[in-house]
């Protein structure tokens, strides 16, 4: 198959599941189109199945906000027409949906048609799909989609809930690589972040309100009481100002080490004990699910799709949002006993194979296959 995926290119969830599939899609033969408005960051390298097409926004005074979803329909038909792609997958409804759409009716005047599958991951539908300026538009796009799918039955639910939906959503949970964490490191070199007798607890994030990164630094500050342990602070966002603030009200500066954004991941987690994720929302998680990879027992909230993600009493520990003195109290259980730990971490690992790639890529195929005959079957 030919497919054009259309993505955010940003370190964001969403861009980061897009080009893994992507990427796979064309290690099984498929021709693969990323069209956005820069080259994916883990787009790591070009192929004779992989093709990145630029969308370029002019920049008119006329506009106070430069026009994306214009440039970016007309990006799609023209690649449609050149390159004969045969199947759309857009992943957010705003905008990318929309303007998937609009690529739809342009083609069809020149009777090209293409069917588009949506894949919803979260903030387009809680956060700014449900703003009552947007809410029309996500509807309308949703329901002119071919196909939809997304990354959690929590997302799917709250979809249903907020908007009059009359497709059917099919949900294909996000993914995880699991090879890639075989034997990548000979030597973690652990004692760079902590002393011996010391665990190492890890959070990363975007650190936005949403994640709760007070609670963070709340569940750490219980924790290493009676635990000896570092924080390992991974990312930027407007909440590190205030992160910062609180570890020096208690006292942590020594303890708590802020990485900012980083391209060693996988080294920081493979020398981790336990990931904190107290979000007040995750459509999916996909942060737990990489640490898991890594063999990182999670503390987290029981919301959205957490709970689908982390299982609770093997894994790792679920409380509700805000319950930061639950969450301490089940990551003292866990690190304070060493063959318990490392149960846990043997526990976060298997869980994590649940949601091993080769398992979700043929999901997506068969969404393709049937999308297209489906297609076909209409359009005669």
Do not use: W
């Not at 097409?53 to 106070?64: G, R, S």
């Not at 290493?224 to 603030?245: D, F, R």
């Not at 043929?362 to 005959?373: D, G, H, M, Q, V």
Request: glycine share 6%; net charge negative; aromatic share 10%.
């Amino acid at each position: 198959m030919k497919i054009g995926i259309v993505c955010y290119p940003t370190f964001g969830g969403s861009g980061v599941v897009a080009t893994e599939l992507g990427m796979r899609l064309a290690t099984r033969g498929h021709e693969v189109h990323f069209i956005t408005y820069k080259q994916p960051v883990r787009l790591e390298h070009l192929s004779k199945n992989i093709y990145f097409h630029e969308v370029n926004v002019p920049d008119y005074p006329l506009f106070h906000y430069q026009p994306y979803e214009l440039a970016l329909s007309s990006k799609l038909v023209d690649m449609v027409k050149l390159h004969g792609i045969e199947l759309l997958h857009v992943h957010y409804a705003i905008p990318h949906a929309y303007a998937g759409y609009m690529a739809k009716k342009m083609l069809e005047e020149e009777s090209i048609y293409i069917p588009m599958v949506t894949t919803l991951h979260g903030t387009d539908i809680t956060l700014v799909g449900n703003h009552p300026f947007y809410k029309p538009a996500v509807t309308f796009s949703i329901n002119k989609s071919d196909a939809v799918t997304s990354v959690s039955d929590s997302l799917k639910q709250d979809t249903l809930r907020l908007f009059d939906i009359k497709n059917e959503i099919e949900v294909v949970p996000n993914f995880i690589d699991n090879k890639k964490t075989k034997n990548v490191f000979t030597d973690c070199q652990r004692e760079l972040m902590a002393n011996e007798d010391e665990k190492i607890i890890t959070h990363i994030s975007n650190f936005r309100k949403v994640k709760r990164i007070d609670d963070v630094i709340d569940i750490f500050y219980r924790i290493q009481q009676k635990v000896k342990s570092k924080l390992l602070m991974v990312g930027e966002g407007p909440e590190v100002i205030s992160a910062k603030a609180l570890v020096n009200k208690y006292n942590l500066k020594d303890k708590v080490v802020f990485l900012g954004e980083s391209n060693e991941i996988e080294k920081i987690l493979c020398f981790s004990d336990l990931f904190l994720l107290p979000s007040q929302n995750e459509s999916f998680g996909l942060a737990a699910l990489e640490a898991m990879t890594y063999n990182v027992p999670v503390i987290s909230s029981n919301t959205g799709g957490l709970p689908e993600v982390n299982t609770q009493g093997f894994s790792g520990f679920l409380s509700d949002v805000g319950n930061v003195e639950e969450m301490a109290e089940k990551g003292i259980y866990i690190l304070e006993e060493e063959t318990r730990l490392e149960q846990f971490k043997k526990n976060a690992k298997e869980n994590a194979l649940k949601f091993d790639i080769e398992l979700i890529i043929p999901k997506y195929e068969s969404i393709y296959e049937r999308t297209l005959a489906n297609f076909k079957a209409k359009s005669l």
